[in-house]
């Protein structure tokens, strides 16, 4: 059975996780892990409350940088120096870690994130 942290030491985690991230950001990818949009994190990559790391963006609206109509099937967080620490994202229009206005993405089509959220396990 996997541990079971109370929402103290979670807080702190996600803290911790937060600074690493700091002025680093996120990737909305394809199948192939192409990167189809990138969008900055703030420097203080955002606040954690208990269990919830509420991430904030420098922008929440971007342009695709590639795709022809192609699925957004998640995405990751990478640090200021560009290095993937953080993979395995869900993103979509739905129930996901990273809530989008379209799910699909086209070259230069405006790509809006709605809400992103890390809730500790």
Not at 22 to 47: F, M, R, V, Y
Not at 62 to 72: D, I, M, P, R
């Amino acid at each position: 059975m996997p541990p079971v942290y109370d929402n103290t030491v979670k807080e702190a985690r996600l803290n911790a996780t937060r600074q690493v991230f700091s002025g680093g950001a996120l990737e909305l990818i394809d199948n192939d892990g192409k990167t189809l949009a990138s969008l900055p994190l703030s420097l203080s990559g955002g606040t954690v409350s208990g269990d919830t790391w509420d991430v904030t963006l420098r922008q929440y609206t971007t342009q695709a940088l590639f795709g022809n109509n192609t699925k957004v099937v998640g995405a990751r967080v990478v640090t200021r120096e560009g290095k993937a620490r953080l993979t395995g994202l869900t993103a979509g229009t739905g129930q996901a870690d990273v809530v989008l206005t379209h799910s699909t993405l086209t070259k230069g089509q405006d790509v809006r994130v709605n809400t992103f959220k890390i809730v500790h396990a």
